[in-house]
């Protein structure tokens, strides 16, 4: 379901991505690159979810977080540099109903958001997936972040189960590897494609050979499919010189 997600970040390369990600889930997204644009957009555009950075130029996370809770209540998760400024942060009680300390997987932050959307839906009566079910009896619990298959828990790493779910939100959609390293690892070129083999070799390992796909040149998919591909971004998955794919 389409959210209006507002963005206050001033590091560009991580607004961008976040906002890249949200809308590939179907979100409106924008974005505020300081505190005092935060607080004007949050009064003007009414955000189902703020996504909001504890340092910023102008007014910090915390006084925006006051500011836009001033009105009405609206669902803040808050992003900090370090584990010790979350301490202290949930320590002041500011308002904020999550947080996150950089560096953060994309499906983590995805994973927050929705946990955060289900809250507010639960008010409201709407609901969102909280499994999902693959071929080879495979099922992926969300909100516990468990994959069973056959009824066994396979146990994957955080950035396994982080590429799995990317892949299982688009079944039969062939995706490159540039666009999973943004889904899933937030990179914004592909430098780290050698990165995505190897976490798909690591997969196939634990839930075997046929889970995913390779699609030769392109990507990688779940599932049956045609190549209309989520191919959005560029085919071009071999600019490092890598074999087209780790062919099983
Ligand atoms: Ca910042």
């Keep these: 379901m389409a959210r209006q997600i507002l963005v206050v970040e001033d590091e560009a390369l991580i607004a961008d991505a976040i906002a890249a990600r949200l809308r590939s889930e179907g979100h409106e997204v924008r974005i505020a690159a300081d505190g005092p644009s935060g607080v004007a957009y949050a009064e003007r555009f009414e955000p189902d979810l703020v996504i909001l950075d504890l340092m910023l130029p102008g007014l910090d996370g915390l006084e925006v977080c006051r500011q836009i809770q001033r009105e009405r209540h609206v669902p803040v998760l808050m992003l900090t540099a370090r584990d ?8 002041l009680a500011v308002g904020a109903d999550d947080y996150l ?4 997987s994309m499906r983590e932050l995805v994973a927050r958001v929705q946990a955060l959307l289900r809250r507010l839906d639960a008010l409201t009566g709407r609901t969102l997936p909280k499994s999902i079910q693959l ?3 495979i099922d992926i619990d969300l909100d516990a972040r468990r994959v069973r298959q056959r009824g066994e828990v396979v146990h994957l790493t955080p950035t396994e189960f982080d590429l799995l779910v990317g892949l299982a939100e688009r079944p039969g959609r062939v995706l490159t590897r540039e666009r999973l390293l943004v889904d899933v690892w937030g990179y914004r070129d592909g430098s780290g494609a050698r990165t995505v083999d190897s976490h798909v070799r690591a997969l196939r390992r634990k839930l075997g ?4 796909r390779t699609v030769h040149g392109v990507g990688y998919a779940l599932g049956e499919g045609t190549d209309e591909a989520g191919a959005t971004a560029d085919p071009a998955p071999n600019a490092d010189g890598a074999e087209a794919a780790d062919a099983p």
Excluded: A, C, N, W
């Design 135 to 137: 071929d080879d009896d």
């Design 84 to 91: 010790d400024e979350t301490d202290l942060v949930i320590g």
């Design 209 to 212: 050979d046929g889970v995913v």
């Design 101 to 104: 300390t950089k560096p953060f």
